[in-house]
Nanobody, 119 residues
Framework: QVQLVESGGGLVQAGGSLRLSCAAS????????MGWFRQAPGKEREFVAS????????YYADAVKGRFTISKDNAKTTVYLQMNSLKPEDTALYYC????????????WGQGTQVTVSS
């Protein structure tokens, strides 16, 4: 079992920045890759970024490349999403997720944190 708790969402003006945090806990957390997803009202949940606990390969959705950065603190088992140059279309509920490195699915999800970008 892996438990995920997100924080850091809020209201920001277009062009501003926010940093989301995801604290992970569980016996085998190092065996997972971590990801951020988002879901806007009326839309399906979409992938934003991912990073493995072991290693440094980062992957980003095209919509956020160059603006968002995913990072991790292994000692704190916390993953971050630094979001810069925010746009109104970034408004969504942002979820942290964990997926086994041996599978392609995402197995554990946090409760989500709301990000609202005003124009």
């Amino acid at each position: 079992q892996v438990q995920l708790v997100e924080s850091g969402g809020g209201l920001v003006q277009a062009g501003g920045s926010l940093r989301l945090s995801c604290a992970a806990s569980g016996r085998t957390v190092s065996m997972y890759r971590m990801g951020w997803f988002r879901q806007a009202p009326g839309k399906e949940r979409e992938f934003v970024a991912s990073i493995p606990w072991s290693g440094s390969n980062r992957y980003y959705a095209d919509a956020v490349k160059g603006r968002f950065t995913i990072s991790k603190d292994n000692a704190k088992t916390t993953v971050y999403l630094q979001m810069n140059s925010l746009k109104p279309e970034d408004t969504a509920l942002y979820y942290c997720a964990a997926g086994s490195i041996f599978k392609s699915t995402w197995d554990y999800w946090g409760q989500g944190t709301q990000v609202t970008v005003s124009s």
